[in-house]
C-alpha cells in the first residue's frame, strides 16, 4: 500500500522507531529480491538473477544501518558521509565487505566454540608452545589474507557485476548478460548468501527488545553503542 509522502522525511532524519518500521520493509524488500533471483536463474537468466542478487545485498547494507540506529547506535549522526550511502549504490559495499571479513573469522569462532562444547578439556588442556604454534598460526593468517584480498576483489568490482548482468556493454569484447553462467551466478549466490545468514544470526543480538538475550550481553552492546559514539 503506498502511503502519502512526507516531504522532509529521509533516511537521514527517521526516528529510532521509524528506523526499525523501514528496516524491517527493507529487509523484506531484500528477501524478496533474493528469492527472484533464484527464479531467474532455475529459469537460465544467470545474467539478470546476478544483478538482482546484488541489489539484494545492497538492500541489506540499507537495512543493517537503520536497524542499528533504531536500536541505540547512531551511525547516521556520527559518520561524516554516511547518507551517500543511501543514494549511491558502490557505497553500500564496503559495508558489505566489513561484514564478509567478520564472517570469514566468524565461522572459523563457531567452529572453534562448537569443539570446546563438545569437549571442554579443550580449554584445561590448552598449552602454547611457540615453536609449535608458529607455523599453523602464520599459515592461518596467510589463508584469511588471500581470503580478505578476494573479498577486496570482489566488493570493488560488485557494482560493474550489477552492471553486466543488466546491460549490454562494449570494453575492447561485447560484453553481454547472456553470456553470464551458472558458474558465476553461484559464486555471487554464496556471498549474499554468507551476508544474510551473518544477518540472520547476529543482527537479532543488539535489537534492545530481543527477550532471548541475557542481561550481561544486552549490557555488552550497550557498552559497545557508547564506544562507537564517541569513537
Given at each position: 500500500m503506498m502511503r502519502k509522502k512526507d516531504g522532509n522525511k529521509s533516511f537521514m532524519n527517521l526516528s529510532k522507531e521509524e528506523c526499525l518500521e523501514v528496516a524491517k520493509e527493507i529487509f523484506h524488500n531484500a528477501k524478496s529480491k533474493y528469492r527472484d533471483a533464484l527464479i531467474l536463474a532455475d529459469n537460465n537468466s544467470y545474467g539478470m538473477a546476478t544483478s538482482t542478487l546484488i541489489l539484494s545485498l545492497e538492500e541489506n547494507m540499507k537495512a543493517v544501518i537503520l536497524f542499528l540506529d533504531g536500536n541505540g547506535f547512531e551511525f547516521r549522526k556520527r559518520i561524516k558521509g554516511i547518507n551517500n550511502l543511501f543514494i549511491n549504490h558502490k557505497l553500500r559495499y564496503p559495508l558489505g565487505f566489513v561484514i564478509s571479513s567478520f564472517n570469514i573469522f566468524g565461522d572459523d569462532l563457531k567452529g572453534f566454540?562448537?569443539?570446546?562444547?563438545?569437549?571442554?578439556?579443550?580449554?584445561?588442556?590448552?598449552?602454547?608452545?611457540?615453536?609449535?604454534?608458529?607455523?599453523?598460526?602464520?599459515?592461518?593468517?596467510?589463508?584469511?589474507?588471500?581470503?580478505?584480498?578476494?573479498?577486496?576483489?570482489?566488493?570493488?568490482?560488485?557494482?560493474?557485476?550489477?552492471?553486466?548482468?543488466?546491460?549490454?556493454?562494449?570494453?575492447?569484447?561485447?560484453?553481454?548478460?547472456?553470456?553470464?553462467?551458472?558458474?558465476?551466478?553461484?559464486?555471487?549466490?554464496?556471498?549474499?548468501?554468507?551476508?544474510?545468514?551473518?544477518?540472520?544470526?547476529f543482527l537479532p543480538i543488539f535489537g534492545q527488545s530481543n527477550e532471548s538475550i541475557d542481561t550481561e550481553l544486552k549490557m555488552q552492546v550497550k557498552k559497545l553503542q557508547k564506544q562507537l559514539r564517541s569513537n
Open positions: 566454540t562448537a569443539k570446546i562444547v563438545s569437549n571442554p578439556s579443550i580449554i584445561k588442556d590448552f598449552n602454547i608452545n611457540e615453536k609449535e604454534w608458529e607455523g599453523p598460526v602464520l599459515k592461518y593468517i596467510s589463508e584469511k589474507i588471500n581470503q580478505l584480498e578476494e573479498e577486496i576483489t570482489w566488493y570493488s568490482n560488485a557494482e560493474y557485476l550489477r552492471q553486466d548482468g543488466m546491460y549490454v556493454d562494449y570494453d575492447k569484447v561485447i560484453r553481454t548478460p547472456l553470456s553470464v553462467d551458472k558458474e558465476y551466478f553461484n559464486d555471487i549466490l554464496t556471498r549474499v548468501r554468507r551476508i544474510r545468514e551473518f544477518i540472520d544470526e
